[in-house]
């Protein structure tokens, strides 16, 4: 069993930045993916970001040059740094962690950015 938990949402002001993190704890593989999605209200889920265990990443378009992902394998932790927040980065953001076939999730913290 695989347990993601998911820290550092909040309110923020149009061009703040916050700081997400997410553990993992349980049995899956060292070769992993670990990365975000969010979900905004009425729209489907959608990546935001992906790193792999040996530190390759992945980027949405519409958060490439703001957003930086990370990872601490030590401690089972992906980071995702959100700067130059806009509006439209409101949503539910889910952690994910892919082991193998398997897909995990977490059960997602809610970032908000007023205008």
């Known amino acids: 069993q695989v347990r993601l938990v998911e820290s550092g949402g909040g309110l923020v002001q149009t061009g703040g930045s916050l700081r997400l993190s997410c553990a993992a704890s349980?049995?899956?593989?060292?070769?992993?993916?670990m990365g975000w999605y969010r979900q905004a209200p009425g729209k489907e889920r959608e990546l935001v970001a992906t790193i792999t265990s040996g530190g390759i990443s992945n980027y949405a378009e519409s958060v490439k040059g703001r957003f930086t992902i990370s990872r601490d394998n030590a401690r089972n932790t992906v980071y995702l740094q959100m700067n130059s927040l806009k509006p439209e980065d409101t949503a539910a953001y889910y952690c994910?962690?892919?082991?193998?076939?398997?897909?995990?999730w977490g059960q997602g913290t809610q970032v908000t950015v007023s205008s």
């Open positions: 349980g049995n899956f593989f060292g070769d992993n993916v």
């Open positions: 994910s962690l892919r082991s193998g076939v398997l897909f995990h």
